[in-house]
């Protein structure tokens, strides 16, 4: 085979779905030579880990850990270990994360009742009501939060009472919205969640923040037959991340040393702030594009600020411009998936990735790239309007 | 809760059943700014990758990835894509790894048929013939090459003749002797093996390189039911490794730069190099700890060159002497686990910890902690005897 020569790769700004930019401090947590996954030093970090994870997601359970693998290993995790065959599951379906959702329900040999809306559409309480009738005796309701697929931002209160008035545990995604958004796991009665570390953390994508209540404990420790996958199986993981340090597997050592770091960095920031910043690059970047003539295409008034869906406008080349915006200016946005295909862009405001010179350079090449491509806009008007949203903030 | 503090790990020597210490190219790998998962230029670094890992297992194999999990992801990747409700399923239990795919099989609802060996001990041809008898029609049989809990070293060419005899797929656990000893996929008929970053390679744990043959993938084409799995379920996760880049689950990218480079080093060193290595830095070892007494606990003719599992001498206290080794020291060796648990210590010597410098210093510190306990030995027997065998060598 040929030589593969040094790694090289191009200094890019991630403005897409995930990753985004990781801290320089969170790089260098990375490199830092490794210790056993047995050491006390390590058994400190995990600790360490536990409390930061806890505060991020404003909760007190005490199963609050990484998993070991990327986002969807924590939904696989989520549903596994609260899924039983036969059980009856209620999913909001309206983009790809709840349809990757029923898929893996159907995989536990239980029945997904999919409850349905337009993609970049959120669910209403009565949409939630209705669905719990469909079912004998819902084991649990899951919903996505931030749903990166649409850019569109549920909420989740009124839900959570539906949910457990019917006897249901309450499971979300909450992947892209952690530390971008609020997420109150303990006061809005979230049974059990997931996450993803290369969202709204900025931590390179590998691990699976979870945490899941007392409730979901009891219906994990009441299981008739054991959970289907042994890799996320929390009655084992809990015992390694507990106090029995019972080995399991051998947890990523650099991931962790890296999530910590980055985790370091939002208590530095403060939450209220972190959350501000992410509202703020959002509305300067909304302004702007509206500007140019680019809208939003999810639900007004259900839009995340990390996770910016906008309308391709007619007659403009979709991958042509993501090709230009890559090798012209190294700025990744992302494209369309499913039935958004070609339609939409994703355009990530996330973690490090949320600042204004990322705001305003994107406005700035985009503009300049969509006029080459003969579309009409004012030039330099996408700035501008965002400058001006700065300025009113 | 308390500030977390910066992180600052003592430098250890990982001399335990993994994970190893990383090159310094590996940990700066590791701290590479991040691309996209779906960029041109992460995309030709997975063929890179593929094609690394292609020439370190000796196979022309398509299918042949790093899954986005520990080695025991690989080990869960390979069972539930491999295997049905109902199939019988041949194991080989003589350690803890054997214990992990019992109850993996169980977990898929097939009959896990146990071929059991004492601890330590391999299997031969004729107990894998009379395990293969009492299957109606064995769908596949999986055994450790490398039994890391022992320190056992599985022969793998006659067992892959009477396994395809009998019409089934050969699987294997390759985990720890991967790139640090002979693992020859094509050559020995091996139809699906998994391995860990964290061993031989010399890589952070977190990522498990899997490769499967033609006969294993239509295995795979062929099944009645989808995987259980879906994070781990190959047949989407090929379209994304594959020429499609169908989306699947965000790739931990930082983890594969670091894989990619451990994977450029063992390329440089050369697979024999590394192998002769590994073989003489373990035989000086193995010598020195014989000069001073400590004899090996794996089956004579059947010790690991990565993994030497020695029996803990009588009236020394396990616990302490390992607690010394890592507070005075900064060295970590493994600790017995299960029933050998207390009686054996692990040494790792696996890709970068193999090395003379950490042999002669495991010695020495090894010969001054056993004498304070009381422990007779001559002073200076181990290190001479080591450094007589680097000298025959």
């Known amino acids: 085979m040929e030589t593969v020569g040094e790694l090289s790769p191009s200094p890019r700004i991630l403005l897409g779905p995930g990753p985004s930019n990781a801290h320089p401090r969170v790089l260098k947590a990375l490199s830092t030579p490794l210790v056993g996954h047995l050491d006390p030093e390590f058994v400190r970090l995990m600790d360490e880990t536990k409390d930061l994870l806890r505060s991020v997601f404003q909760t007190k359970n ?14 696989e995790t989520c549903l596994v270990n609260l899924i039983e065959p036969g059980d009856d599951v209620v999913v909001g379906v309206n983009g790809v994360f709840g349809t990757r959702m029923v898929d893996i329900v159907e995989r536990c040999g239980a029945r997904a009742v999919a409850m349905e809306a337009q993609w970049g559409n959120v669910f209403t309480p009565e949409q939630v ?5 469909r079912c004998k005796r ?9 749903e990166t697929s649409t850019g569109a931002w549920q909420p989740l209160q009124e839900i959570s009472s539906l949910v457990h008035q ?9 992947v892209t919205s952690l530390a971008g958004c609020p997420v109150q796991v303990d006061a809005w009665g979230i049974d059990a969640c997931y996450s993803g570390t290369q969202k709204c953390l900025s931590c390179p994508p590998g691990l699976s923040p979870v945490t899941f209540n007392q409730p979901a404990l009891e219906v994990i420790r009441r299981r008739k037959q054991k959970v289907q996958s042994w890799y996320l ?3 084992m993981i809990e015992k390694y991340w507990g106090e029995e340090r019972v080995y399991h597997h051998t947890a990523p050592i650099s991931m962790n040393y890296a999530l910590r770091e980055a985790l370091r960095l939002v208590q530095e920031e403060g939450l209220e702030t972190r959350f501000r910043r992410h509202q703020q690059n959002h509305l300067a970047l909304m302004a702007g594009l509206a500007a140019l003539g680019i809208m939003p295409a999810a639900q007004e008034g259900h839009r995340l600020w990390m996770l910016n ?8 080349d979709d991958a042509a411009v993501r ?11 992302g494209a369309g ?4 295909r070609g339609k939409v862009w994703r355009i990530g405001l996330m973690g490090e990735s949320s600042k204004r010179s990322n705001v305003l350079l994107l406005l700035s090449a985009l503009e300049e790239i969509l006029q080459q491509q003969g579309y009409r806009c004012t030039s330099g008007a996408g700035v501008s309007a965002a400058q001006a949203a700065y300025n009113r903030a």
């Open 62 to 75: 005490t199963l609050t850990l990484p998993i070991s693998g990327t986002g969807s290993a924590g939904m």
């Open 309 to 316: 869906s906008v309308l391709v406008p007619t007659g403009v």
């Open 323 to 333: 090709r230009k915006l890559l090798e012209d200016y190294n700025i990744e946005i």
């Open 129 to 133: 009501q209705e669905a719990l009738t």
């Open 233 to 235: 199986d929390l009655t």
């Open 138 to 146: 819902p084991k649990l309701v899951a919903v996505v939060h931030a």
């Open 337 to 340: 998936l499913g039935p958004l």
């Open 166 to 174: 019917a006897g249901a545990l309450f499971v979300v995604d909450v």
